[in-house]
C-alpha cells in the first residue's frame, strides 16, 4: 500500500468533528448533572441518584472517547512527521495505529449512545405510567 503526507491528513477534518460533537455531549451531561445535583439537594429523591449515576457512566465513557479522539489525532500527525522524514514503514505503523485508536473512540461512542438511550427509555416509560394514573382519576 502507497502511503503519502495527504493520507492521513485526509482524517484531521473527521477527526476534529467527531472530537466537537464529544466536546458538545460533555457540556450538556455538565448542565443536566449540575440541575440534577440542585433538585437531588432540595428533595433527595432516590431516582435522582440513579439518575446522577448514569450521567457518571456517561461522562467517563465521554472522557475516554475524547481520550482515544485525541490519541487518533495525536498519531497522525506523528505518521505525517515520520512520512515527511522519509521513514514510510513507521509511517504506516503510526496511521493505523490512529485508525485504531479512532475505532476504539466510536465503540466508547456507541456504548455511550446505549446508556443514553436506556435512560429515556426509562423516563419515557416513567412519564407514560404517570399519564395512565392521571387517566384513571
Not at 451531561?29 to 450521567?55: F, K, M, V
Not at 500527525?77 to 513507521?90: D, K, Q, R, S, Y
Amino acid at each position: 500500500m502507497e502511503i503519502s503526507l495527504t493520507t492521513p491528513a485526509l482524517l484531521f477534518p473527521t477527526i476534529s468533528l467527531v472530537l466537537l460533537a464529544y466536546t458538545n455531549r460533555f457540556l450538556a451531561l455538565g448542565s443536566r448533572i449540575r440541575t440534577l445535583h440542585d433538585r437531588y439537594e432540595a428533595s433527595h429523591g432516590p431516582s435522582i441518584l440513579a439518575q446522577i449515576e448514569s450521567l457518571r457512566q456517561r461522562v467517563n465513557l465521554i472522557r475516554l472517547m475524547q481520550l482515544y479522539g485525541v490519541l487518533s489525532l495525536f498519531l497522525c500527525v506523528l505518521c505525517m512527521f515520520f512520512l515527511f522524514a522519509g521513514l514510510v514503514l513507521l509511517g504506516k505503523i503510526l496511521f493505523g495505529l490512529s485508525l485504531v485508536a479512532m475505532l476504539v473512540s466510536l465503540g466508547l461512542s456507541t456504548r455511550e449512545i446505549h446508556i443514553s438511550t436506556q435512560a429515556l427509555n426509562i423516563q419515557l416509560e416513567s412519564l407514560s405510567l404517570s399519564q395512565g394514573d392521571d387517566n384513571a382519576r
